[in-house]
């Protein structure tokens, strides 16, 4: 199969005929959005769920100390200012405002038991490895929350920020969430498991007051039946749900509107650096530049990802695109492959393969891989599992190559210590790759134990560089951020991060 051919293969997987089917069922109540999701939220205590959906949502129905801008700058937030007097204490003044959705006041003493509950174990949490060098956390008057550190650890800030950690009231338990009470822009309503859930606006907001006064988030697992809902106009809006080639079709729909911007859904190529071939750099480095990227951009993707530079997003503060780059040039890759030591014979190098998930994007990019690689004499077999095994193959290092995707964690620079510092190999941490380089972990440590942010994002570009070099990834491409809604969606701002934010802005047209 050639690469044209698998390239038409993708753009006749999405279900197009479904495009042309039509209905017409009763729109949502006027004061209502209905927003289409593709699953329900595991858990809405912001202390336990780490699922897409549970944050996205909880963001909405929670508040944080900090918040993070639009270039993952920390801002005030509950917390109005904050101090470090010295690399083991953070200070926190909170604001005097806030109210949670019964109507207490949130003071020092929410603050305080949110997170002495995940480092107690009151609460058993996924997030708890996140706060191992918070010593403790005190509360010495009812707006001031100070936190003792055991050693230095300048990810805290962003550890209590939006979408890491939100602020629950004093007393919460194990079942919290099942009567969810925040102190956000919604109030919890109702959830129906893989059904809906509920929010409403908030009337006595603290901050700026949502315009719509009701979301109903609408469970929809298959993606044809998705766009059906948008088309009949039963469905108001959906975020980064659909194929490229669906938002594609829509955008030909006179009662819809495809909005996008670049995102942070960052995805990647892994080698085995372990594996007697792929541990060469060269051979590596030939890979790279044997794989056309921007031709997979325009095909796979219909041009809504952006090639990628770092792990980073572009519009991060530690983001630097000042590494080397690896434009599509085979003659390069041959040329570095002959220099490894593999030398074409009858055709051929060596073989390699790659495990991927049965995921049908993952599918044709592993397919378009295969014959790229094969025009500089590398033949790619492919191996296709079912993502939960595939996934724990890949999470015990048993791959040469896999690919997937960081959604959401690429946005903090301590990414770099949980999938590159040596420390962290499997199955602990993320470097599922074995890279080890003493120099990378040098600039990681310190990095993490300044505070300094002009010194912070010096180090991390010099890693960026050291990376982009030794590749034990490579960079493939930032996914943008697509999200469709119906003409009556109005004031619709995207984020970079894909979250639900634009629901704090949004108006409904009479």
């Not at 949502?28 to 593709?38: A, H, K, Q």
């Not at 950690?165 to 007393?171: N, S």
């Not at 039946?225 to 955008?251: I, Q, Y």
Request: proline content about 6%.
């Amino acid at each position: 199969m050639t690469s044209r051919t698998i390239y038409r293969r993708a753009i006749s997987l999405l279900g197009l005929a479904a495009l042309l089917l039509s209905g017409c069922t009763a729109p949502p109540p006027r004061n209502t959005l209905v927003m289409i999701i593709e699953s329900g939220p595991a858990n809405l205590d912001p202390r336990v769920g780490t699922d897409s959906q549970s944050e996205r949502i909880g963001k909405l129905i929670f508040d944080s100390l900090v918040r993070r801008d639009e270039h993952y700058n920390l801002q005030p937030w509950l917390a109005e200012t904050w101090e470090i007097p010295d690399p083991l204490t953070y200070i926190f003044h909170l604001r005097h405002d806030v109210r949670f959705h019964d109507g207490a006041a949130l003071t020092s003493r929410d603050v305080k038991w949110t997170f002495d509950s995940i480092i107690s174990g009151k609460v058993v949490s996924p997030k708890a490895s996140t706060f191992q060098f918070v010593k403790q956390v005190d509360a010495p008057d009812s707006y001031t929350v100070i936190f003792r550190l055991k050693e230095p650890y300048a990810t805290l800030l962003w550890n209590v920020s939006d979408g890491a950690i939100a602020i629950v009231p004093y007393g919460s338990g194990k079942d919290f969430s099942q009567h969810i009470i925040g102190s956000g822009p919604f109030r919890f309503v109702s959830m129906a498991p893989d059904t809906e859930v509920v929010i409403e606006r908030n009337p006595d907001y603290w901050a700026e007051k949502p315009s719509v006064e009701r979301v109903r988030f609408a469970v929809i697992p298959d993606n044809t039946t998705r766009v059906l809902e948008l088309r009949k106009g039963t469905a108001d809006v959906t975020s980064n749900s659909l194929t490229a080639d669906m938002t594609l079709a829509l955008r030909k729909e006179r009662n819809l509107v495809v909005e996008e911007s670049p995102g942070t859904t960052y995805a990647y190529l892994a080698f085995n650096l372990r594996d007697p071939v792929l541990r060469d750099v060269r051979v590596r480095q030939a890979i790279a530049y044997a794989i056309d990227r921007q031709t997979m951009i325009k095909y796979l993707w219909r041009d809504q990802a952006q090639l990628a530079a770092s792990i980073l997003p572009p519009q991060h503060w530690a983001y630097t695109g000042d590494v080397q780059k690896y434009d599509y040039d085979p003659e390069k890759a041959r040329q570095l492959l002959d220099q490894a030591g593999y030398p074409l014979v009858h055709g051929h190098r060596f073989r390699i393969t790659m495990k991927t998930s049965t995921e049908e994007s993952s599918r044709l990019l592993a397919a378009v891989l295969q014959q790229q690689l094969a025009q500089v004499g590398i033949e790619l077999d492919i191996r296709t599992y079912e993502f939960a095994t595939f996934y724990s193959d890949v999470q015990k290092g048993a791959f040469q190559i896999y690919s997937l995707r960081w959604i959401g964690g690429n946005e903090d620079p301590d990414i770099f210590e949980h999938a590159f510092h040596s420390r962290s190999f499997p199955p602990k941490r993320a470097n599922r790759s074995f890279y080890a380089n003493p120099n990378a972990d040098a600039l990681i440590d310190q990095a993490r134990s300044t505070t300094d942010q002009a010194t912070r994002a010096a180090l991390y570009k010099q890693l960026q560089q050291i990376l982009a070099t030794d590749l034990p990834y490579i960079n493939l491409w930032d996914l943008d951020n697509v999200v469709v809604h119906s003409s009556r969606v109005t004031n619709l701002h995207l984020s970079t991060s894909g979250n639900f934010d634009f629901l704090r802005t949004v108006r409904l047209a009479p």
